[in-house]
Structure formats: structure tokens, C-alpha cells
């Protein structure tokens, strides 16, 4: 079971580094009104792990990077395969949509996090 306290003290920690006082390139250059859709692609073969910290990382963007707080509450993330699941390479393994700012401000968290666990679920599968 995932511990959302501790969870969310690693995600401000991450925040920090990742973004530190907000992503001023993306507010500066994305027009606030555009909308779209990401897509996670797996760059290998392996085993997914973490989706559900991925889902958090978008819900949470509003808490640490208030121009985003009305944005962010209209992203809808939806997973395409199952934590624990093996998959191939190019496999869609999430979409996010919504406004493109808060999907860009948070997809390098979101990476790292789902890269991390994947990669651990990968090696104990073997």
C-alpha cells in the first residue's frame, strides 16, 4: 500500500529540483487557452511500475505552481496498461490531456518516477 504522506514530501522534493520556482519557459511561451493530449511511450521492453504516482504528480501540480491551479484541475490522465504488466517497446503506456502547460510543466516528474519504478519492477521480474 502506497504511503501518501511520504509520497508527497518525495514529490516536493522532486518539485524543487525538477522545477524549482516554475517552469517560466513554459508560461512565457504556451498560450494558456491551448489544449491537447500526451502520450507515454515505452523507449523499451520491461515491466510497468508507478503508474499511480504518475496520476498524483498531475493532481498535485496546483499545490506547488499556482498559475497552473485552475489549468490543472481540467487534466484527466488515463492509464493504457496495468502496473506490473510486461509490455513492449512503443507501447502507450498513459495519456494525459488537458491544457498543454501543466502536462508540460509536470511530464519531467512524471518520467523520472515512472522511469525509477519501471525500471526496479523490470529488474525484480528478472
Known amino acids: 500500500m502506497l504511503d ?6 518525495l514529490l516536493d522534493l522532486a518539485w524543487a529540483e525538477d522545477i524549482g520556482s516554475g517552469d517560466v519557459t513554459t508560461l512565457a ?8 493530449r500526451g502520450r507515454i511511450l515505452a523507449k523499451s521492453p520491461g515491466r510497468i511500475a508507478g503508474l499511480s504516482v504518475v496520476e498524483y504528480v498531475f493532481q498535485t501540480l496546483p499545490r ?12 484527466s ?5 496495468l502496473d506490473g504488466k510486461s509490455i513492449t517497446a512503443n507501447t502507450v503506456i498513459a495519456e494525459v490531456s488537458g491544457y498543454i502547460a501543466p502536462i508540460l510543466v509536470g511530464e519531467r516528474t512524471a518520467l523520472n518516477f515512472l522511469q525509477r519504478l519501471s525500471g526496479v ?6
Do not use: E, Y
Request: with cysteine; charged share 15%; glycine share 2%.
Open 121 to 126: 519492477a523490470t529488474l525484480t521480474a528478472q
Open 77 to 81: 490522465f488515463t492509464p493504457c496498461v
Open 29 to 36: 511561451t504556451v498560450p494558456s487557452d491551448l489544449k491537447g
Open 64 to 75: 506547488i505552481h499556482a498559475p497552473l491551479s485552475d489549468m490543472n484541475s481540467r487534466l
Open 4 to 9: 501518501w504522506k511520504s509520497l508527497s514530501t
